[in-house]
């Protein structure tokens, strides 16, 4: 138990030191641009993480985040690279949009949030299908087919606003707004909504689904060796369209959620783009449940921080893309020179 | 007064579709080097974004736009210098190295472009056409293929250098081995990581040239995203044409044809969402993919890091 | 004979470690021209480490090499063959994508012209030296491993090698090719070529040895010179070879001593009542480049050892997989214990106690980055007790796991350890403890000793008896005929491009049967 504790102990070291370095170089970044790094940062960490109202905003961010990571979490153990996320997530939350509104007053609230997020669900699904096909029967690289089916994914879910669920009564092309009352409720008063909570669950019944079941260790046979994984007698194919699909719909949830918990709308060409900017998230953790829950959170506070210093100081939010960028570099580095060492020690 | 408009229509669709393809053709070129190598070269998107970015800074300081694509590709090459070190030389993975990277280049590219050009909004002159003798007369197709930059013409002449390249030259002997059987190149004394690491290069050259391309000649500016996911259509190109490039060549020229069709259209006053338009070629990629599903192979060792002794 | 001349070349006190292991302690081994050096010695004995040192991939810790009268640093494998070290490796250097001059062309200087031409005239008379005849234009995937190893051979002689090393060469070729191996081998001698043939067989060593060294775990234990060759009888030759590998120790068991064919008679198993496993008029099909099977017939009766001879690459691999049921079979029916199973998948076969041990260890037979816990119970996930609901337990799954490392004298450091991490033949006793255990009925085991030193070869032996006593009917798919199917065998059928050629009894003398019913030439 102590060895657990210190192993983990020395992999958050060494996921310390380079987060400290990737903040020192982006710092220097900043100051190249002529800005003051320290000031930034400072109001990043205040706005992310230390204010109430963007502590709450941080936790919304992360619902969205978190059912992505989930989803990528089971097909990366798969060893299936579902790029797809971006479709997968707008055409989702488009299907939200578009039965929501509808649904009113056909249905109760909580029926309306559930068919709403099967909906979505099964939609992500639905769009993972051709690359997982293609890859279970013909052996297809998942990374290109999924990667078109996104970009398909994004500009149908754009033509869906425009044209058939466009609201006619604004001037700005979105789908008609769900009621505040309609939405996923709030918890105590606060701005979080429950999706948070749906999320948190997902990403650890996720990750207790891999460790602790037999559907689980299959996933990770396939994975690990596709080979062995048929000589076992399991059903490859069927696994992998399973867990392609298992994985879309994790990142259709995110969609619907998004949707039901924040936004009540889709406007037209909105993409916040987090397929791909949870990928990187999902390695650092190690495809670890729990550990993708702390991460998350650092990356959500970053974000809210960002977009609102976007507003005040004049530095874009995309600078945590820069951010997460360095940290993956030197991460690598750093495992690099552990490496190194290990290697010296050991002759 | 119809058959102008049809003229007009037919050599803007086809000056349109060059500007569109060049850009993919280069990147895709490169692609298919880094992928014959063995190495899945997913950070493209960030080459040719940051390519872009350079090649238009430079293009727009020095008023030279063979300065600009110049420096695109050494952009580009910058930024496959980060992937060349982390996953040919310390073998990490290439998918999500390749993603980091392309995040990180899109944001830095973001921060540039709001430091220095937001308030501006800079825009390059024309890019002076090199008009072919006797070729630029021809009606509709003179002015649609004959009348471009001189780059345009290299990037098609770069199609049969390497085919020639891959077929007949020891570098695409290495390649192909590097790529296929990075071993029995290993054991003929040829260095693997340099043969990987150079076609790295080549392709952050290429793609950077690309995205120069886009920016200074296909859209005259640069704003954040301008690629919009050029790189990735670059990778399935590559993919398709199994290390062909006259294929390469043709899925380029696809994909020219249906990106330039929405400003045709305009053009010709037809109003089509510019979604659905956007769509076909997607969609036409995935119906070949599904059609060749069968018969689709990439090289044995693709995305897998070389150590030596490993097997 | 030439031991007097000064060497070609030469290794002096040479010393490598590596961490935990002394790979090669100071060997010192002298290299003659026209003259087959055979190097002798198991797995791990550190021949692939000296010849990776001869052959530019590592660097000597201590000692020297010594080429063309002076000591030599071999800094890479180009520097290698630039001294004239040809070496062919064990596992294929070849791309397959490429031709084959594609392939001799490989390395050149990238500024260099390709001369085809001039590479033309080099592979002809190569071709010519060797005695073989190969397309240089075809693709190297398409052609048979005797005809890839013939390229590799004349690419290490490409340019002008003087010493040619070769890496267990015979252990993918089919007997027909070992023949013709040898003959390349003696013609290469002939023409003042050292050869440095590396292997683990004994027969191979006297069949085609001039000089005799025997390396056991990486130290030189002796050394038969042509002159003591000369002198001694075959059956003292071995003995003294015998007594280098083993030190004087009695080998392991003694009906497998190596080279030593007892031509056992083992009575046939009892044959009461109805055979266990019944095969009938069995068929595949096959993609390009593979064997189907067509109307394979026979029977196991419990407690028999059937093996199954033949030249690889003539259904044998279809055959294990048809009957694993990972291969679905277009005709034919595949009867247990008189029920029909040839609609069953692999889980409901092994449920009725098929077993088949693939002969793809690393790349089919297990996962190497899982622990070894869960490969003992790869074609069992989700299978009580050890799920439950589909949930495991992993306290019990552990705990049996341990009780079966220990059962079965697999060394690992612990049954969570990844099985990759083991060494050889432990990853094959690991498979041999999954596919042997308690419950089965029928086991396909497909080269079951391969690679593995005769040490373990002897355990997994042993093994497979014990199990057939117990009852379970064994199917032994092997190409080694001398030291496996004649050693198990209680019958022994041979295949034939997809079809069973013919079965006969295990009995003295039956090796001219089953070479006979290889080529085709009888039926039985």
Known sequence: MTAGIRASSAATLRLMLPAALAVTVGGLILTALGKDPLAYYGYVVKRGLLSWGGLQETLNRMAPLLLIAAGLIVAFRAGLWNLGGDGQFLLAAVVTAALGPALIGVLPRAALLIVCMVAAALTGALWSLIPAVLKARYGVNEVVSSLMMSFLGTSCANLLVKTVLRDASTSVPRTPDLPVDERLPQIFHTHIHAGVLIALVVVVAVHLMITRTAFGLKVQVVGANPAAALHAGLNVGRLTIATFALSASLVGLAGSIEILGVWGTVRADWNPAFGLLVVPVVFLARLNGYAVIALTLCLSALMIGAESAARRTDVQQHYVWVLLALLLIFLAVVEHLHHLRHKRLAL | ?311 | MNSETTPLAAVRNITKRFPGVLANERISLEFHAAEIHVLLGENGAGKSTLISMLAGMQQPDEGEIWIGGGPVVIASPRASLALGVGTVFQHELLVPSLTVIENLLLGGRWWQRMGQRAALERFRQLSGLLGVAIDPHAEVGRLSLGERQQIEIIRALWRGGKLLILDEPTSMLTPHGVQDLGRVMQRLKEQGVAVLLVTHKLPEAFQFGNRISVLRQGRLMGQLAPERIAKMSATQAQDAVIGMMFGGQVAPDADTAPGVHLGQQKPLSHREGPPRLSVRALCTEGRAGECALREVSFDVWAGEILGIAGVDGNGQKHLAEVLAGQRSAVQGRIILDGTEVTRDGVGARRQRGFRYLTDDRLHEGSVGALSVAINLLLKEIGEPPYWRHGVADWDLIHREARATILRNDIRAPSERTPLGRLSGGNIQKVLLARELDRAAKVAILSKPTHGLDLQNCALAHARMRADARRGVAIVVISTDLDDELLQLSDRIGVMVQGRLSGIVPNASGVERTVGRLMTGAASA
């Open chain 2, 1 to 311: 007064m119809q058959q102008l408009l049809a003229q007009a229509f037919l050599t803007s669709l086809i000056f349109g579709a060059v500007t569109a393809g060049v850009p993919l053709l280069l990147a895709a070129l490169g692609e298919q080097i880094s992928e014959k190598a063995g190495v899945l070269n997913i950070g493209i998107e960030g080459m040719m974004l940051f390519g872009a970015y350079t090649g238009f800074a430079i293009a727009y300081y020095s008023g030279s736009f063979a300065l600009g694509f110049l420096s695109g590709g050494l952009g580009g090459m910058a930024v496959a210098a980060v992937v060349m070190l982390l996953c040919v030389r310390r073998g990490l993975n290439q998918i999500v190295i390749g993603i980091a990277v392309t995040l990180g280049v899109q944001g830095l590219t973001a921060l540039l472009y709001f430091s220095q050009f937001s308030r501006t909004y800079p825009r390059l002159a024309r890019d002076p056409a090199w008009l072919l003798p006797r070729l630029s007369h021809i009606p509709v197709l003179g002015a649609g293929l004959f009348s471009h930059d001189p780059l345009v013409y290299l990037s098609v002449l770069l199609v049969p250098a390497a085919t020639l390249l891959f077929r007949s030259s020891h570098i695409g002997l290495n390649l192909e081995a590097a790529g296929n059987a990075p071993a029995a190149l290993d054991a003929a004394g040829v260095d693997v990581i340099r043969t990987r690491s150079l076609a790295v290069l080549a392709t952050g050259f290429l793609a950077g040239v690309g995205g120069a391309y886009l920016a200074n000649v296909g859209a005259g500016l640069f704003v954040p995203f301008i690629t919009r996911g050029s790189g990735f259509i670059g990778i399935v190109l590559a993919m398709l044409a199994r290390g062909r490039p006259l294929w390469v060549l043709l899925g380029a020229a696809l994909f020219g044809v249906s990106l330039s069709l929405t400003t045709a259209l305009q053009v010709a006053g037809i109003d089509i969402p510019t979604d659905v338009v956007q769509m076909l070629p997607f969609a036409a990629v995935l119906l070949v993919l599904i059609i060749f599903a069968r018969h689709s192979v990439l090289p044995r060792a693709l995305g897998q890091p070389y150590v030596r002794g490993d097997r």
